[in-house]
């Protein structure tokens, strides 16, 4: 199977734009790479199409035009980052050489970063206000329920922003916000070591 067919057969475009920092609407829909896109026109499922500008195709049509790669070159970046393996005789010995990514794109990028870091926190405040809500009228209130209710509220507008706002209102918020996303990124990182550990240590006592 030559690099080409393994791709097609085992990534969508969405998946290879979300991978490369593209944020996806739950309805399929993300503001367009490939033009001045005020608003989300692009539709991204197995193949992808900007209503504004008429971009089309396929993941391999998509990376290319996102890293400036050729169709070959493309395919071969999806299938090393994806871990697909195909026709090794299909590969050059000399790995191709990326094109530095623009800085709309590096803005992109940290943008796409900062709704990531910020919704999987909206999520684990609203499974704290869940599993820490007190189970009695005078039962001292868990820290982290206590965080939940005062922060999911403000999560959820700074979210709204970087969703439906002006793309000036979505830089100042990026800006204001890089280094409180920076610490909850390493907040959320060790809450899901802890976590892991956790589960891993109820599981060898249930083993024994």
């Known amino acids: ?28 829909m993300a503001v367009c790479p490939f033009h001045n896109d005020k608003n989300p026109s692009m539709k991204l499922d197995r193949r992808f199409h900007c209503f504004g500008c008429q971009a089309d195709g396929d993941a391999v049509d998509f990376v290319s035009r996102l890293f400036g790669l050729p169709s070959k070159e493309a395919a071969m970046k999806i299938a090393d980052d994806f871990g697909i393996s195909y026709d090794s005789r299909q590969k050059p010995s000399i790995r191709p050489k990326i094109r530095e990514p623009t800085p709309e794109q590096k803005y992109q990028q940290e943008e796409n970063h900062c709704y990531k870091v910020l919704s999987d926190y909206f999520h684990l405040l609203r499974k704290w206000e869940k599993q820490y809500a007190p189970q009695r009228t005078d ?6 329920f206590v965080e939940a209710l005062q922060k999911k509220s403000y999560i959820e507008y700074l979210l709204d922003i970087l969703l439906y706002d002006t793309p000036e209102e979505k830089k100042a918020l990026v800006a204001e916000q890089r280094k409180e996303v920076m610490k909850l990124e390493q907040r959320i990182a060790g809450h899901t070591a802890e976590h892991d550990r956790g589960r891993s240590q ?3 006592g249930l083993d024994r």
């Open 139 to 144: 039962e001292v209130w868990h820290p982290l």
């Open 1 to 28: 199977m030559n690099v080409f067919e393994a791709v097609k057969q085992n990534v969508t475009t969405r998946q290879a734009a979300e991978l490369y920092g593209i944020r996806v609407g739950r309805n399929g």
């Open 202 to 204: 109820r599981k060898s």
